[in-house]
């Protein structure tokens, strides 16, 4: 399909690469020359140099015969703009991101009224995952299918869990749980495992079960499994404003600490809740005097990544908090992830997931789509949820029967809301939900789970 992307900022770069590695003709537009020039050079992708609001740039890049409009400037009303332009000038689908608190309840009838397929406001969509995170503090990373019933659940195999040494079909007979290890992690190395593949201490671990069964096998090996009654917040973004608003729902006790003083006011207003600290959050003893020692969970949610993740270290030295840390820049994810300071969320890799997944499903044919779609494992695998209809050509076969690619595991089938961990006699019906976790990137289609289709 050809897609224009307009903006080259994190999200709409990192859009562009991905959307170009599956196959897609990529025109990117931006103010800017020396950005356009760069992801020229660094990538397949044509760059045009203009204002993206400006018809005549629209139609350089091409809008009257794209498929779709990606609008990710740093402008919000730009945005709505320019998908605005591309209705009146062509028949292609647009996507704004749209990240101003004002708008938050107003986006259903800005969508409706102007005609945008999709809108996506990446802070609203982190502090969701955030929160998530804080309902279930022991899990690295939580990603939701069919509409919440089933979660794909991330943690760090301890010693005190007694798995060490344990082959994956010896945990599922040794606790005798609907729970699915789909996915491991041991060093740079990432694998999808069969039951014979042996876990090790020091291992993450993807599992994949009903909120339920996720909870029982969690309390079996001995796993916190409630959710958090506290927690400090240093940076009063907005992102921290959402968050703050979903944990306060949740009845967890909320105190942001914001060196802005002007902002600390605005969130004084907005969160009446809450409890809002003017004062420096890099400063230890600020820290220390306000709690650190005692709260649950401890978010770092300042625009420095390097602030974001010192005082995630900070913490951990000093109390015993859930530690969630946001980090824009990825260049050195593998060094992150290595200092093992908790749950790491980068916004832009939510954004670029919500926007590949309907990418995808407009590519489908007609009936299997693309429900769900999360980048995983330091971005090295993905998770699907395909619906199933009529035109699938593998209906009612024993999974065992099916010819299925190599490191692709069927994890799940939500069957009329009723959730299974399919076996070899199990089969995918009409009407099914499956979710597949595969090292094998853009899969569009249920079909494609098959080697030779």
Known sequence: MKIIILGSGKVGRTLAEQLSNEGHNIVMVDIIAKKVQDISEDADIMGVLGNASSINTLLDAGIETADILIAVTGSDELNLLCCLIAKKVSKCHTIARVRNPVYSKELGFIKERLGISMIINPEHAAAIEISRLLRFPSAIKIDTFAKGRVELLKFKLKPEFNLDQTTVMEVAERYKNSILICAVERGDEVSIPSGNFVLRDNDIISIIASPVNSALFFKRIGIHTHQVKSTMIVGGSTLSFYLAKLLLAMKIRVLIVEADKDRCEQLSELLPDATIINGDGTDK?????????????????????????????????????????????IAFDDIIEGLDIGSVIYPKYLTADYILQYVRAMQNSIGSNVETLYQILDNKAEALEFSVHEDCTFLNIPLADLNIRDNLLITCINRKGKITIPRGQDSIQLGDTVIVVTTVKGLHDIKDILKNK
Do not use: Q, Y
């Open 285 to 329: 003893n600020l820290l220390l005097e306000e709690g650190l020692t005692r709260v649950e969970s401890f978010v770092t949610l300042t625009n420095l990544d390097e602030e974001n993740i010192l005082l995630a270290l900070f913490a951990k030295k000093n109390s015993n908090a859930k530690l969630i840390s946001k980090v824009n820049r």
